[in-house]
């Protein structure tokens, strides 16, 4: 059964850090693109960041340009997520996801929630101002 477990969320003050893990199992996304998306309260799901099968290629939505980078160790089967300088409107669940085809690229492609056939359950991140 695959398995995507997201990790690493919590409440922290705006212009904190904080690092997402989410730990794949099940089978292996070491020739996937992850990705993250998150949700708020009442907005619809929000593409954040995904990272090709090697690595080489990462994307990233606009309002956290500069701010979030994403990583994977594929010996350990994990994407991260590592957030720095947060605000308030970064608050929402955060997704992690997976595709099920292999050597897929391309910002247009890694953008779209439907080009993960994976998902984990969120985990949440609150920015108090």
């Known amino acids: 059964q695959v398995q995507l477990v997201e990790s690493g969320g919590g409440l922290v003050q705006a212009g904190g850090s904080l690092r997402l893990s989410c730990a794949t199992s099940?089978?292996?996304?070491?020739?996937?693109?992850m990705g993250w998306f998150r949700q708020a309260p009442g907005k619809e799901r929000e593409f954040v960041a995904a990272?090709?099968?090697?690595?080489?290629?990462?994307y990233y939505g606009d309002s956290v340009k500069g701010r979030f980078t994403i990583s994977r160790d594929n010996a350990k089967n994990t994407v991260y997520l590592q957030m720095n300088s947060l605000k308030p409107e970064d608050t929402a669940v955060y997704y992690c996801?997976?595709?099920?085809?292999?050597?897929?690229?391309?910002?247009?492609?890694?953008?779209?929630?439907?080009?993960?056939?994976?998902w984990g359950q969120g985990t949440q991140v609150t920015v108090s101002s």
């Open positions: 996801a997976a595709d099920k085809d292999t050597y897929r690229s391309g910002s247009n492609y890694a953008k779209k929630s439907e080009s993960y056939e994976y």
């Open positions: 099940g089978r292996t996304f070491s020739a996937s693109t």
């Open positions: 990272i090709s099968w090697s690595g080489g290629s990462t």
